[in-house]
């Protein structure tokens, strides 16, 4: 059993900054993919960012390329998304997900394992 527990979401105005946290506990993670998604009313949810513990290689959707970072802390079993220069459409609920096998695609929503409850991210104009 996995367990994902985002944080850090909250109200910014455009141009600022949020970090968000997922705290992840259950199980090791070496050997796995976490990824950010995000879900504003009325859309699907969309991929936003994803990384694999091992390789520590990146994905990024083209909507927040060079604005986000996504990173993670092996020891803290934590992965964050640096989000810079937020523009009002990027308000959403972010969700955190991780991959408990190796998976050769990493931007659908469908092939990962365990959520978070999800934080929501307001970004006023």
């Known amino acids: 059993q996995v367990q994902l527990v985002e944080s850090g979401g909250g109200l910014v105005q455009a141009g600022g900054s949020l970090r968000l946290s997922c705290a992840a506990s259950?199980?090791?993670?070496?050997?796995?993919?976490m990824g950010w998604f995000r879900q504003a009313p009325g859309k699907e949810r969309e991929f936003v960012a994803a990384?694999?513990?091992?390789?520590?290689?990146?994905y990024y959707a083209d909507s927040v390329k060079g604005r986000f970072t996504i990173s993670r802390d092996n020891a803290k079993n934590t992965v964050y998304l640096q989000m810079n220069s937020l523009k009002p459409e990027d308000t959403a609920v972010y969700y955190c997900?991780?991959?408990?096998?190796?998976?050769?695609?990493?931007?659908?929503?469908?092939?990962?394992?365990?959520w978070g409850q999800g934080t929501q991210v307001t970004v006023s104009s």
């Open positions: 997900a991780a991959q408990i096998s190796f998976k050769v695609v990493i931007r659908i929503a469908s092939l990962y394992d365990y």
């Open positions: 259950g199980r090791t993670f070496s050997s796995y993919a």
């Open positions: 990384i694999r513990w091992s390789s520590s290689s990146t």
